[in-house]
């Protein structure tokens, strides 16, 4: 069973729009100590706020997630719980690696006198993007009840609780005194509607334009709709607001999410068209092999490159100057190919050597949808006289087939 490159493609858009997005709108101010304060070119700049809905693309990572654990779930030869190590594996060994990395460098930083208010911000930046790992891995751990579930009940039946349950947490946010802390039921239940998605496509059930087209038109209703009920524009948090649509997770994030699932579905002949082209079939493979580190390693990346930068005293704009108008903007969009290479140096030398599994099978370490079958030849030199032979070519996805293959004479 080969991979869904169309999926493959969303995927690595999606990881794009969170580098892209966190990398804009992050602005580390350069102050007369030497040190640097957080700041956001959105709260002097809020006619941005719809752009963030392009790059604010969580949604489709979760919808991605679900698609590849189901995909990967199927196909796996031995019980749930080895899956579910492995899965957990590929997931979390980056994140240790992260962090004991983040610990030597913050280490070596305090030990050369860096400012408190640097290592304040570089702190918090590298552990903000760790949120998400809690509510991806119980969402994974819980792939197979919820695939059962789907094909029980219906992709809208599940996830309706889970709406509902943004709702209420929408509604108890304005109701309740400014400053009263809520349970983050909401990161689970938000991000389980696209993971939800990805399970029902993974299992055949959203495949056709007439899914596709309803989910973003229900998804770009539902957002008009609570625009008009008062809900921020902005798809991300933006310092000094009083109510964020991301933390914790509106049901205008879920809405947006939605969206641009029901987008992706209906671009699937386009995406497809586009991954025949080498350069960006060989990007997006290249994205999704180390998805999980790129995402980990984009706001360490930043802070690295500012901080080193920062050391000469020199404010650079776009760099370490405040970003409070459209110059700004542009002048961070000059950084970014130097960003990216950093990002890029790093990620490859962190990437672990691809291992052969004995046998000549597929390369060890990877899950389940990444590694094609083996393909079975018999050769007439080694198997018996010369004679004609047939030979016949199957798919895993084809039980009938193999079953008709296997009772064929080699």
């Known amino acids: 069973m080969s991979r869904d490159r169309a999926v493959d493609a969303l995927r690595a858009y999606a990881i794009g729009g969170v580098v892209l997005g966190h990398w804009l709108v992050t602005g580390l101010v350069l102050t007369g100590d030497g040190g640097l304060h957080q700041a956001s070119p959105l709260t002097a700049l809020p006619d941005l706020a719809p752009v963030t809905w392009v790059l604010q693309t969580l949604g489709l990572f979760f919808f991605t997630a679900g698609f590849g654990s189901t995909r990967s779930l199927a196909r796996y030869r031995g019980g749930a719980g080895g899956w579910l190590a492995g899965r957990l594996r590929r997931l979390l060994l980056p994140m240790v690696a992260l962090l004991g990395v983040g610990a030597a460098v913050l280490l070596a930083a305090t030990v050369v006198g860096t400012s408190d208010d640097t290592l304040a911000v570089a702190l918090r930046l590298a552990v903000s993007p760790l949120w998400f790992l809690l509510p991806l891995v119980i969402l994974v751990a819980v792939t197979g009840p919820l695939r059962a579930a789907v094909r029980r009940w219906g992709v809208a039946r599940c996830g309706t609780p889970a709406v509902a349950v943004v709702a209420v947490a929408d509604l108890a946010v304005r109701l309740l005194p400014a400053g009263t802390d809520l349970p983050p039921v909401t990161v689970l239940a938000a991000w389980a509607v696209p993971y939800l998605l990805g399970v029902a496509h993974a299992d055949g059930r959203l495949d056709g334009r007439r899914a596709g087209g309803a989910l973003a038109a229900g998804g770009a209703v539902a957002l008009a709709a609570l625009l008009a009920l008062g809900y921020p524009v902005s798809a991300v948090g933006v310092p000094g607001a009083g ?36 350069l960006p079939g060989r990007a997006v493979t290249a994205v999704n092999r180390s998805a999980v580190r790129i995402y980990l390693w984009h706001q360490p990346v930043l802070v690295a490159v500012t901080a080193l930068t920062a ?14 108008d459209p110059g700004w903007v542009l002048a961070r969009c000059c ?19 691809a291992r052969r599994q004995p046998g000549g099978g597929g390369v060890a370490g990877r899950s389940a949808e990444c590694v094609p079958s083996t393909p079975q030849v018999y050769d007439h030199r080694r198997s018996g006289p010369p004679d004609l032979q047939e030979v016949i070519a199957v798919r895993d996805s084809d039980p009938p087939s193999r079953g008709r293959a296997d009772g064929q004479p080699r």
């Open 243 to 278: 109510v964020s649509n991301l933390n914790p997770p509106s049901l205008l994030i879920v809405a947006l999410a939605v969206t641009q699932v029901g987008l992706g579905l209906l671009a699937r002949p386009a995406l497809y068209r586009l991954l025949t082209r080498p």
């Open 335 to 353: 950084w970014l190919p130097l960003l990216a290479a950093v990002l890029v140096t790093i990620v490859r030398t962190g990437r672990p050597v």
């Open 311 to 324: 050391r000469g005293g020199l404010a650079l704009p776009g760099l370490h100057t405040t970003p409070d």
